[in-house]
């Protein structure tokens, strides 16, 4: 029997993992960007789609495996690049393979005096990076969709992981940031969060597989100063490298072990929270009759599309449930994971702790928070004016 590349074998028995449970002739997609990360978990899925649950016992049971190449064309010759990936995973035997290139909304029309939105097209905080993995996301969901893919498997590596914890730990993030990226959430799935990038290359490099480079995950030469470069790319050619220089090897694997620790403290503290949440939401009877407060806003009784959340409720909980819950109230008003910040939960929970009469506070996205009757009101911005662009989008707790 012919030797495997090791980085082939751990590369297939991730993929294995990820494909455990799935039925004979369900259909699994790849996300594939053309990069040594996703085409390496291409050609293992290609593989290992063949005999899903084999086992000394078992032969095992084959299952439909193909991909989605997404193209942004935010770069010169992209088409050209997501025609090569399909390329490749067509001649790896992926079908179907579906190549996407999502459309940006258009730029709503402006009447005389009326300022440009703050964050057009993800130019602000959470920047164009988050725009365009919102439109990937977005387009990777179609696809399942209109394929009826039962899982989507997507090629992020342990070094991506403890990129996104550094990011977190530089934005004083809470525990749910520095989570890093979750192996599972909904149909998607991330078997190489346990590889390192090396491995990827590696499987390509044993595979035939040409792999492409983007040129925003490198750092400018000296006569290219201006390019601009993402702050992952920064972190990935600059701090990284210094960390491991300062500290000494496994500092990538470290950080990616802190996500999995506070994964599962985050997701313990969100299920905690979801309840208290729930609980302050039943407990709420907005109305001129339950307390005696000052008017806050334009009418005591809750509004229409109002979100209202019991004070006394909160106020009794730990603090650290409580933010947190208050932090998914916001999410529910349609306040992005990426704009709402502790300033934002700060306001909020100034309205249980340390209510003086406060009027309503403005949260991400033009949501509002107001307090009135003894309840907490959160009212999201109308649709088409939430985030100052196209409307409500819907919330999600983790940074992908």
Do not use: K
């Not at 699994?28 to 960007?33: P, Q």
């Not at 439909?64 to 770069?75: K, P, T």
């Not at 988050?130 to 969901?141: F, Q, S, V």
């Amino acid at each position: 029997m012919a030797r495997v590349d090791p980085a082939v074998a751990a590369a297939r028995t991730a993929v294995r993992t990820a494909l455990a449970g799935l039925g004979p002739g369900d259909l699994v997609l790849v996300a594939c960007s053309g990069g040594a990360d996703s085409l390496a978990l291409a050609a293992a899925v290609a593989f290992e789609a063949r005999r899903v649950g084999r086992s000394v016992r078992s032969r095992g049971h084959a299952v439909r495996a193909g991909a989605v190449v997404v193209d942004h064309g935010l770069q010169e010759g992209s088409a050209d690049v997501a025609a090569r990936a399909a390329e490749q995973c067509r001649a790896l035997g992926l079908d179907p393979v579906l190549v996407r290139r999502p459309e940006r909304p258009a730029r709503p029309a402006l009447s005389e005096g009326q300022a440009r939105p703050e964050r057009p097209d993800g130019a602000g905080a959470g920047g164009p990076e988050a725009a365009a993995r919102e439109l990937r996301y977005g387009a990777i969901e179609e696809a399942a969709a209109q394929t009826g893919a039962v899982r989507v498997l997507l090629g992020h590596t342990l070094d991506d992981q403890a990129e996104q914890v550094l990011l977190g730990l530089a934005r004083g993030a809470g525990a749910r940031s520095l989570a890093g990226m979750p192996r599972e959430r909904g149909i998607l799935r991330r078997p190489f969060l346990g590889l390192r990038r090396a491995q990827t290359e590696a499987v390509c490099a044993a595979s035939g597989l040409d792999y492409w480079t983007d040129p925003t995950n490198l750092l400018p030469d000296a006569g290219s100063a201006d390019r601009f470069t993402p702050l992952r790319s920064r972190v990935r050619g600059r701090v990284l490298p210094v960390l491991e220089e300062t500290l000494g090897p496994g500092v990538a694997e470290a950080l990616a072990r802190t996500a999995d620790q506070l994964r599962d403290d985050a997701d313990l503290l969100d299920t905690l929270a979801a309840d208290l949440l729930a609980g302050a939401r039943a407990a709420a009877v907005p109305g001129p009759d339950s307390q005696s407060e000052p008017d806050s806003g334009p009418g005591l009784d809750s509004e229409p599309g109002e979100d209202a959340l019991d004070v006394e409720v909160l106020a009794r909980a730990h603090p650290a449930l409580r933010r947190r819950a208050l932090r998914l109230a916001a999410l529910a008003a349609g306040c992005r994971p990426t704009d709402t910040t502790t300033r934002h939960v700060d306001a909020l929970d100034a309205f249980v702790v340390s209510w003086s009469g406060q009027g309503p506070a403005g949260l991400p996205g033009g949501a509002r928070a107001r307090r009135a009757c003894g309840s907490l009101f959160l009212r999201a911005a109308p649709t088409g004016i939430s985030d100052g662009w196209t409307g409500v989008r819907p919330p999600t707790t983790t940074q992908e």
